[in-house]
């Protein structure tokens, strides 16, 4: 039984992480960050001793153990036009997620749980428990602008933030709470020292912005409605390729599209849904051979607009959480923070010359 | 029964080869449907009428041509299979370079062939064709969808996104950002990006997708050190008369 008494924080010294992971690994299957080619990845780990503790970001966000990027929604009889689904949520523990992702992970729950509720979802997210660790940011992060920085709300279970010798854990919900219980021969309890070194490392965390490129998000959704018109937008849209990687590694994007896949006999069909881009031309495509974004252009501004105007509206969240995947994944590394700055008019160019000055620094 | 006709023109016979890979759905389909035409694989063919007409290959003779005029009357739909059928084949990556009697004489010098011949086309150029399945080969499961859908009445729906979208959703590490010359932004993706996964960069063998943005992968592939006229004849391997007569500099826009 889960005693309802939730402690503020713990700490786990370093020495006693890999029992830590050992344990959890016990408890229901564990996903984490495992290292592959250069890159890391969240993967299910079989041996402990795969996982990276000291990472920048993986290619695609923790999402994809919540929302599947292909799925089967249900299959169907022609006959009695039956539905049936062998969908079943299964108990997981994804460990080493960073701030930016518990923040993109919440703004998954809003988007599928806030109205019409997504019951898929909702049971997967029931069964999954969410354990956070703290990072240092390199050259694509911005959380700091995006205010996501650092854990905050009650989406996570546990968070572990790297404070020397320990990790100083916060636990954020009961499910955290009756882990540490299970756990709790690895733990000791906090002291005023420990808490000392909390507040500096998210001091260290703020200091390591300082020499950084930051956009400024200040009225973000007025800036993007009234630059609408910008000729930055079709500057930097030339050098997109639609090539749909700065959505398909986003944390919070969401749009998928369904085929109905039959089998040979068309007695049974498969409702199939898969993730898909904005920046597809097709994404757009209705009958009769219409695009309503009709232009690179379009459909460039368009993800900027659904993150800084459409997310607030629906969600009162920014759609962005600062995590640089988009940035550091394009193939024409084209820059969320560097449009944004050039939106803003920040850039301190001479107008003028905004232009000629992004197209001559992609050859150096 | 529903009657299933698979021929070849010019080409290698892979994409043939590929559908007598698909044991599985093959087996399945035995029973169901009757495969009256498919000299690859059996003895006994029969090119009276079709429901379904499978074309692989190019048309590059005139032996093609009256084949293919043949087949399309008999059929009720016309599915072209493979790069060559679709877009021409690599044979015809060099068609607006030079004329038919330079490459005729490079090839076979004086000698004189008993066939008319001409410049490898997509099966587009001589009738209509109804489906297009690209790739080098076909893509085994694409072909087992197309069948199953069209026995049962459905469209098959094949958008044309780029290989980037199943590169990175297999979280392979984008090539071009090491360096590797790349195709995957302009591509028409359904492979389901296997040359990426195992480090070669996208070679377009399915063809463009969807408005592709030529002047920007030629920049990216002169940044990363290919000449120009190297990086148009990477992009023009696999494209055919789908690229023919790229233009540079111009905005691939269309608007719609």
């Known amino acids: ?364 | 029964m529903v009657r299933i006709g698979i021929m070849g023109l010019t080409g290698c016979s892979g994409c043939q080869c590929e559908i007598l890979n698909c044991e599985d759905a093959i087996g399945k389909l035995i029973g169901k449907v009757e495969f009256a035409y498919f000299p690859l694989a059996q003895d006994v063919n029969d090119f009276s009428e079709f429901d379904i007409l499978f074309v692989e290959g190019s048309v590059s003779t005139n032996l093609d041509r009256e084949k293919l005029i043949e087949g399309r009357k008999r059929a009720k739909l016309l599915v072209a299979v493979g790069t060559c059928a679709c877009y021409g084949g690599v044979q015809s990556q060099r068609n607006d370079e030079a004329s038919l009697d330079e490459m005729l004489k490079a090839v076979y010098g004086d000698t004189k062939l008993d066939l008319e011949v001409f410049k490898p086309m997509p099966l587009s150029d001589v009738v209509d064709v109804d489906y297009e399945l690209p790739g080098c080969p076909l893509d085994k499961r694409q072909f087992v969808y197309t069948v199953a859908s069209l026995l049962n009445g459905v469209e098959p729906f094949f958008p044309k996104i780029p290989v980037c979208h199943e590169c990175k959703l297999s979280e392979t590490d984008c090539l071009l950002l090491k360096g590797i010359p790349c195709q995957g932004p302009v591509s028409f993706s359904g492979c389901g990006a296997p040359c990426t996964a195992s480090g070669v960069g996208c070679q377009g063998c399915r063809g463009n997708c969807d408005f592709p943005n030529f002047d920007e992968i030629l920049s990216i592939y002169q940044e990363i050190g290919l000449s120009f006229d190297d990086s148009v004849r990477f992009l023009k391997v696999f494209r055919g008369k789908t690229i023919s007569g790229l233009k540079v500099g111009s905005s691939n826009e269309k608007g719609a």
């Open chain 1, 1 to 364: 039984m889960l005693d309802f008494h939730i402690e503020r924080a713990k700490v786990l010294p370093k020495s006693n992480l890999w029992s830590f992971l050992e344990g959890l690994k016990k408890i229901s299957p564990l996903i984490a960050p495992v290292k592959r080619g250069n890159k890391t990845v969240f993967s299910e780990v079989n041996d402990i001793s795969d996982i990276t503790i000291n990472y920048t970001r993986t290619i695609l966000p923790p999402k994809k153990f919540l929302v599947p990027y292909r799925r089967v929604r249900f299959t169907y009889s022609t006959d009695d036009l039956s539905f049936s689904s062998n969908f079943k949520a299964r108990d997981q523990i994804i460990f080493g997620i960073h701030s930016c992702d518990l923040h993109g992970i919440s703004i998954l729950d809003s988007v599928y749980l806030k109205e019409n509720p997504d019951p898929r979802y909702l049971e997967v997210r029931k069964k999954t428990v969410l354990i956070g660790i703290s990072c240092m940011p390199d050259d694509y992060c911005f959380c700091l602008s995006t205010g996501t920085a650092f854990p905050d709300g009650a989406n996570w279970d546990l968070f572990l933030t790297d404070i020397g010798a320990d990790y100083f854990v916060s636990i954020g919900s009961p499910k955290g709470d009756e882990l540490i219980i299970e756990l709790k021969e690895l733990f000791r309890d906090i002291e005023r020292e420990d808490l000392e070194l909390y507040k500096r490392s998210t001091r260290k965390k703020k200091e390591a912005f300082k020499n950084k490129k930051l956009p400024d998000l200040e009225r973000i959704s007025q800036l993007i409605e009234l630059e609408y018109e910008s000729p930055v937008w079709d500057e930097e849209a030339k050098r997109c390729l639609s090539c749909g990687t700065c959505t398909n590694v986003c944390p919070t994007c969401f749009c998928y599209t369904s085929i109905d896949v039959p089998d040979f006999e068309g007695k049974t069909v498969k409702r199939v849904e898969f993730t898909t881009s904005c920046q597809y031309p097709y994404y757009s495509l209705v009958a009769g051979g219409h695009y309503f974004k009709p232009t690179r252009t379009a459909r460039f501004r368009h993800r900027y607009y659904h993150k800084f105007v459409g997310y607030p509206y629906q969600i009162e969240k920014l759609g962005c959480v600062g995590c640089g995947r988009c940035s550091a994944e394009c193939p024409a590394k084209i820059s969320m923070v560097e449009t944004l700055i050039r939106l803003r008019g920040t850039d301190e160019k001479e107008p003028g010359k905004a232009a000629e000055q992004t197209s001559a620094g992609r050859s150096l």
